[in-house]
């Protein structure tokens, strides 16, 4: 982990807020790969989509540096190294290399339904739930 990046805050939020950002990203996630699925060279603005709900796709190498100065002031890079993508908040550039790079693209999926999963059994049982299945995040997948 980068320690700019100050992941230990991350997890020291409200577990419903948790779900929603986690919810959050793996929609970010299932959404770029969707958009980006044969298009080289390009990237989504993560700023866009999470604060407009707009997909927008620019050049990875000077369309979305523009963009994000002209339309977001600039933002925080990410410090991954061959990474482009900006984000609004130096919390969101955590919960970025947090989500899309530490947990990897598929884990986005996973975490997705995972999330939506968990969520389901605590509405069906009116919040009483606790968790004894023995799935794994691979078995909601199948």
Same mark, same amino acid.
């Given at each position: !982990?980068?320690? #700019?990046?100050?992941l +230990?805050e991350?997890?020291r939020? =409200?577990q419903?807020?948790d779900?929603?950002? +986690?919810l959050?990203y #793996?929609?970010? !996630?299932?959404?770029? #790969?969707?958009?980006?699925?044969?298009?080289?060279?390009?990237e %989504? !603005?993560e %700023?866009?989509?999470l $604060?407009r *709900?707009l997909?927008r796709c620019f050049?990875?190498?000077?369309? &979305?540096?523009? $963009? /994000?100065?002209k339309?977001h002031?600039?933002?925080y890079l !990410?410090k991954?190294k061959?990474?482009?993508? =900006?984000?609004?908040?130096? =919390?969101?550039a955590g919960?970025h290399?947090?989500y &899309?790079h530490e947990?990897?693209?598929?884990d986005?999926l996973? *975490?997705?339904?995972?999330?939506l999963?968990?969520?389901l059994a605590?509405?069906?049982t009116? *919040? #009483? /739930?606790s968790?004894?299945s023995?799935?794994?995040?691979d078995?909601? %997948? =199948?």
């Amino acid at each position: !982990c980068d320690p #700019a990046y100050g992941l +230990a805050e991350l997890f020291r939020e =409200r577990q419903d807020y948790d779900d929603d950002v +986690a919810l959050s990203y #793996a929609k970010l !996630c299932q959404s770029r #790969a969707e958009e980006l699925l044969g298009k080289k060279d390009k990237e %989504i !603005c993560e %700023i866009c989509f999470l $604060h407009r *709900g707009l997909v927008r796709c620019f050049d990875r190498e000077t369309g &979305l540096e523009d $963009h /994000c100065k002209k339309k977001h002031q600039g933002g925080y890079l !990410c410090k991954r190294k061959g990474c482009v993508v =900006r984000s609004k908040t130096l =919390r969101e550039a955590g919960l970025h290399f947090l989500y &899309l790079h530490e947990q990897g693209d598929r884990d986005c999926l996973v *975490g997705f339904l995972m999330v939506l999963y968990v969520r389901l059994a605590f509405l069906q049982t009116g *919040g #009483a /739930c606790s968790w004894t299945s023995t799935a794994t995040p691979d078995d909601l %997948i =199948r």
